[in-house]
């Protein structure tokens, strides 16, 4: 059973820092890229970003280029998102999605975490 589980939310003050965690179970995270999206009350499930199957070649949003940071351990079927200098408009639950491309688009994730919520005070 494919299965992946975020964890690593919470609330922050504004500038702060958090490392979210996804652990994927019932597939290789090597045979697959790993996504993060982020969804605020009332708005679309937006992405955040993308990183290839190999871990090597990784894309991100306009809006958290130079302050997030997403990676993969395949050994341990685990990915992350270091979120640094984080702002009020980062807060949304943020979910990790596996797929057999390397996409900015939420529909071409199959398989999703059930999210974590990370909160941003000013």
């Known amino acids: 059973q494919v299965q992946l589980v975020e964890s690593g939310g919470g609330l922050v003050q504004a500038g702060g820092s958090l490392r979210l965690s996804c652990v994927a179970s019932?597939?290789?995270?090597?045979?697959?890229?790993m996504a993060w999206f982020r969804q605020a009350p009332g708005k679309e499930r937006d992405f955040v970003a993308v990183?290839?199957?190999?871990?090597?070649?990784?894309r991100y949003a306009d809006s958290v280029k130079d302050r997030f940071t997403i990676s993969k351990d395949n050994a341990n079927n685990t990915g992350y998102l270091q979120m640094n200098n984080l702002k009020p408009d980062d807060t949304a639950v943020y979910y990790c999605?596996?797929?057999?491309?390397?996409?900015?688009?939420?529909?071409?994730?199959?398989?999703w975490g059930q999210g974590t919520q990370v909160t941003v005070s000013s």
């Open positions: 999605a596996a797929g057999r491309i390397v996409s900015t688009t939420a529909t071409r994730y199959g398989d």
């Open positions: 019932g597939f290789s995270f090597g045979s697959v890229a």
């Open positions: 990183i290839s199957f190999s871990g090597r070649s990784t």
